[in-house]
């Protein structure tokens, strides 16, 4: 199977850039998937660095963030929110209190968490000075069922779910704020990103919700016939295009970031079992009204822009986040398996 790029390609030409060492930024989110990744890629790199997590309790590893100053508190607490956006210069907003699957059963909340507190935050980051915003969008859900496949920055933008939406609105408040009050911004347009920190919950990660199952000997459940077709990004790629959008200098600011690729789920279960080296039962749930059936971004504009493409192949992630998941859940869980796919994937991973 190839992946659908060339992880050995070269970006032609490398654009103007800031200097990463001299910014100072505040991580919305650290303690999350995505927070977790970037605060570690970004500790020891930028002038300064502060992160906002919900709770220091709860959630990812937070302490393993050493290299960053923690703020806990609620994404909508302005006071907590101000004092870790002050004096930084670029903010990354990774908070998102709901998924496609959940958004549509309570619009009105997914709104008020997620679209009227990122308003507060754009009024907070005004009154501090903030230069750049760089926002984790949707790729897989504001453009709706798309009409050209992989999908372009330009296609329409017409979600089926109220998440897209949101993402979509304030994409457009961004927008507002620059013209209205020149406060830079940067959007990536993610497709689904996969790989370590990762924990599956409300019917979202399904890589991570996939290998975990697998590996403690369960079925894994799919949702409809598994010809739904998704673009997975390892998360390392996420991480660098997010730096990347910090210090690009060029004139676009929405950015498609994925593989490219699209993989059904009954790919992607395969592929899983060949990484761990045995079958993988499943089960099919009924297929949900809020999953597109195919899905995958064009990435030439990022390639093109930013100099980012994606370098890691869905073996190599699979892998990468299945040796992470032993090391970092199971083992620390102290749990005791036996199952023979479990055993045959310690095997093959000792050996590399």
């Known amino acids: 199977m190839t992946d659908g ?27 999350g998937f995505i927070g977790t990744n970037l605060s570690l890629a970004l500790e020891g790199r930028v002038k300064a660095l502060r992160g906002l997590v919900r709770n220091r309790r709860t959630g990812s590893p937070v302490g393993a963030l050493n290299g960053m100053e923690l703020y806990a508190g609620d994404f909508g607490d302005k006071d907590v929110v101000r004092k870790v956006i002050a004096g930084c210069d670029t903010v990354f907003h990774l908070i998102g209190s709901t998924t496609p699957a959940t958004s549509n059963r309570n619009m009105i909340a997914d709104v008020e968490d997620n679209v009227v507190k990122t308003i507060r935050l754009l009024d907070l980051c005004v009154e501090e000075g903030v230069d750049r915003i760089v926002f984790t969008s949707s790729g897989g859900t504001v453009y709706g069922i798309p009409e050209t496949i992989p999908t372009p920055e330009g296609s329409p933008t017409d979600p089926i779910t109220s998440y897209g939406i949101s993402k979509l609105a304030i994409e457009k408040y961004l927008a507002l704020y620059r013209h209205h009050y020149d406060l830079d911004y940067r959007i990536l347009r993610l497709s689904n990103p996969y790989g370590p920190h990762q924990i599956e919950r409300n019917e979202q990660g399904v890589v991570s919700a996939f290998l975990r ?92 822009e930013l100099g980012w493409q994606p370098t890691t192949t869905l073996k190599d992630g699979l892998k990468m986040t299945a040796a992470w998941m032993e090391r970092a859940v199971f083992r620390a869980n102290r749990l005791r398996r036996s199952d023979p796919c479990l055993l045959g994937y310690q095997e093959q991973e000792s050996e590399e």
Not at 9 to 20: G, N, W
Not at 244 to 269: K, Q
Request: hydrophobic share 40%.
């Open 5 to 31: 790029f060339d992880k050995n390609a070269r970006v032609e030409s490398i654009p103007d850039r800031r200097s990463l060492s001299d910014i100072s930024c505040a991580v919305l989110g650290a303690g």
């Open 213 to 304: 199952r697998a590996m403690t000997g369960q079925p894994v459940e799919i949702w409809g016939d598994g010809s739904v077709a998704r673009d997975f990004i390892y998360i390392d790629d996420v991480v660098e295009a997010l730096i990347l959008s910090a210090i690009h200098l060029g004139s676009s600011r929405t950015f498609n970031i994925g593989s490219g690729r699209a993989l059904s789920i009954t790919r992607l279960t395969s592929e899983i079992g060949r990484v761990l080296g045995c079958d993988i039962e499943h089960t099919h749930l009924d297929a949900r009204p809020v999953d597109v059936a195919r899905s995958a971004l064009d990435v030439c504009l990022a390639k093109r």
